[in-house]
C-alpha cells in the first residue's frame, strides 16, 4: 500500500506539470495568433482613410462651394448699383456745346431731360445706359473746358432683394384671396372677399412699380451738365436814379419797414393771445365783483 500511495503521489506530481506545459503552450499559441491577425485592422484603417481622402478630392466643386460666397448674399457682380454723375464745363459758345451733349447722350444710347438755358448758361440732364457711363463722361469732358466733376454710386441690392421676396408673397397671397372668392357662397361673403383682394392686387401693383423704377435707376444713370460761357462778367447791379428811382426806393423801404413790422407783430402774436385772453377775463371779473355806486339822494330843501 505504501508503494502504491507513493506511486499515485508521483503520477499525481506528473500529471500537474504535463498540465502547466499546456497551458503555457496555448498561451503562446493564441499569442502568436493575436499577433499574426492584429497587422490587419491597421490596413482596413488605412484603407478607409484613403477612400475618405479619395472622395474628399474627388469632390472640388462641395469644397469650392463651401468656400465661396455665402447662400443668399450677392456677389461682386451681381450687386444693383445707381449711378449719377455732375459735370461743369466752361466754353465760350454755349448752344453749341448744348447741341452736343445732346448728341452725345443720343449716341450712348440715352436720352436728354430737363433743360434750362439762359444768356451765358444752360443745364441739361442726360439719362444713358449704366455700362456706358464712363465713355459718356469722356466724351463729354472733350466738348469744353471741364471745371467740376462729380461721381456717385448708391448700392441699392437690398431693395431690390426686399422688394422682390415682397412681391412673390404678395403674389402667393393674392392667389389665395382668390381661392377663397370662389369657394363663396353668400353674397356678404363675395363683398367681403372682393374688397380683400382688391386691397392686396392695389398693393402688389404698387410693389411691382417700385421694382419698376429700381430696375430703370440701376439700367439707366443720370449725367446733369452744366455749360458756362468762358469770361461772363458778373451782373451788375441795377442802378436807378431820378424821380421814379427815388419812388422805387422809397416802395422798397416802406415793403421793408412793412414786413418788419409784420414779423414783430407776428411773433407777438401767441405771447398776445395766451398772455391777453387770460388777463381780460381778469379785468372783467374783478369789474363783476365790485359793487355798484349807489347814486347819492339831494337832500330836501326846508320849507319856508
Known sequence: MKFSARRWLVLVAAGLALAGCGSNDSAKS???????????????GSGSAKD????????????GKAAGVPVGQAGVQDRKLVKTAKLSLAASDVPAIVDSVRQVAVGAG??????RSDKHSATVSLAVPSDKLDTTL?????????TSREQSTQDVTEQVVDVESRI?????SVERVRALLGKANSVGEITSVEAELTTREAE??????????????VAMSTISVSVSQKGTPPAKPEERSGFFGGLANGWDAFLTFGGGVLTVLGALGPFLLFLGVP???????LR???PARVPATPEPLPAE
Do not use: H, I, N
Not at 388777463?279 to 371779473?285: E, K, M, N
Open 30 to 44: 493564441s499569442t502568436s495568433f493575436s499577433g499574426e491577425a492584429a497587422p490587419a485592422q491597421p490596413q482596413q
Open 52 to 63: 475618405s481622402a479619395g472622395s474628399s478630392q474627388g469632390q472640388p466643386g462641395q469644397q
Open 110 to 115: 440715352g436720352y436728354t431731360g430737363q433743360e
Open 138 to 146: 469722356a466724351d463729354l469732358s472733350k466738348l469744353g473746358e471741364v
Open 168 to 172: 412673390a408673397t404678395q403674389k402667393a
Open 204 to 217: 402688389l401693383e404698387s410693389m411691382q412699380r417700385r421694382q419698376q423704377a429700381l430696375a430703370g435707376s
Open 279 to 285: 388777463a381780460f377775463a381778469l379785468v372783467w371779473w
Open 288 to 290: 363783476k365783483r365790485r
